[in-house]
C-alpha cells in the first residue's frame, strides 16, 4: 500500500477521507434528484423496489457511516479529543434537529425522525469504545451487517408508524463506521491517488460536506418545484 507524500497537502487533512466524502455527496445529490424527479412525476422511478434504487441509497448511507468511522480514528488517534467531538455532536444534532423540524412542518406525513445526520450522532457515540480496537470493531460490525444482508434481521430501534423520508437505522449502520475504524486502522487513508482536478474537485465537496448536504435538497426541491407551478400555469 503506498502513502501520500507528507507535501501533497497543505494540511493534515486526509486526502483519502475528504474525496471519499466529496463522491458520496455527488452519489447522494444524484439520488436526491432522482428521488425528487419522481416525487413530482417528471420521471417515473421505483425507488422504493428496483434493486438499483434500493441499493444505491444504502451504498451512499455505508459511505458516509465508513467515513465517519476512519474520520474519529484518525481524529483521536492520540487519546479522545472530547472538547471538538461534542462541539461537532452539538452542531449534528443541532441541524438534526432542524431537520426534523422543518419536515414536521411541511411534509407532516414523511417527516424525518431519525435521519442521517441523527444516525451519524448516534453511531458516532456508539463507535468510541471501539477507537483502539480495529479487531472487534470489524467482528461486531459484520456481525450487524451479516444478518442484515442473508437473513433482513437488524436489532430493533425506535420507528414510528408512518414512513419518513429518511430513516437510517444505528442497527446495522454502525457497522459501516466499525469497519471504517478498522480499515483506518490499517492505513486506508494514506491509500495513493493522483491528486489531479477531479480528486481536488472531491476533496472541495467533502471539506463542505456538511453544508452541501444541508442545502442540496431544498434547492433541488425547491428548483422543480418552481418548474412544475410553471409548467402548470
Not at 483506518?184 to 489531479?196: M, V, Y
Request: aromatic share 18%.
Amino acid at each position: 500500500m503506498k502513502e501520500i507524500k507528507q507535501n501533497s497537502s497543505p494540511s493534515d487533512r486526509s486526502l483519502f477521507l475528504d474525496a471519499l466524502r466529496g463522491f458520496t455527496v455527488v452519489l447522494m445529490i444524484i439520488f436526491h434528484f432522482s428521488f425528487d424527479l419522481d416525487h413530482f412525476g417528471i420521471v417515473s422511478f421505483d425507488v422504493i423496489h428496483a434493486p438499483f434504487w434500493y441499493f444505491f441509497p444504502r451504498l451512499i448511507v455505508f459511505l458516509f457511516l465508513f467515513a465517519v468511522g476512519v474520520a474519529l480514528t484518525l481524529a483521536h488517534k492520540n487519546g479522545i479529543k472530547w472538547r471538538p467531538f461534542w462541539k461537532r455532536i452539538l452542531l449534528l444534532v443541532f441541524w438534526a434537529a432542524v431537520i426534523s423540524l422543518v419536515t414536521f412542518k411541511f411534509f407532516p406525513e414523511n417527516w424525518i425522525y431519525f435521519g442521517t445526520l441523527h444516525s451519524i450522532v448516534v453511531c458516532s457515540l456508539m463507535s468510541l469504545p471501539f477507537l483502539k480496537r480495529p479487531k472487534e470493531a470489524l467482528a461486531v460490525g459484520l456481525c450487524l451487517f451479516i444478518p442484515s444482508i442473508v437473513w433482513d434481521y437488524n436489532l430493533p430501534w425506535l420507528q414510528l408508524p408512518h414512513e419518513s423520508w429518511d430513516y437510517i437505522s444505528p442497527f446495522p449502520w454502525v457497522g459501516a463506521s466499525l469497519i471504517g475504524i478498522f480499515a483506518a486502522h490499517k492505513g486506508i487513508h494514506r491509500l495513493d491517488f493522483p491528486n489531479n482536478r477531479l480528486i481536488k474537485s472531491l476533496n472541495y465537496l467533502g471539506r463542505h460536506s456538511l453544508f452541501i448536504y444541508l442545502i442540496h435538497q431544498p434547492i433541488l426541491f425547491g428548483c422543480l418545484m418552481l418548474v412544475m407551478k410553471i409548467i402548470r400555469s
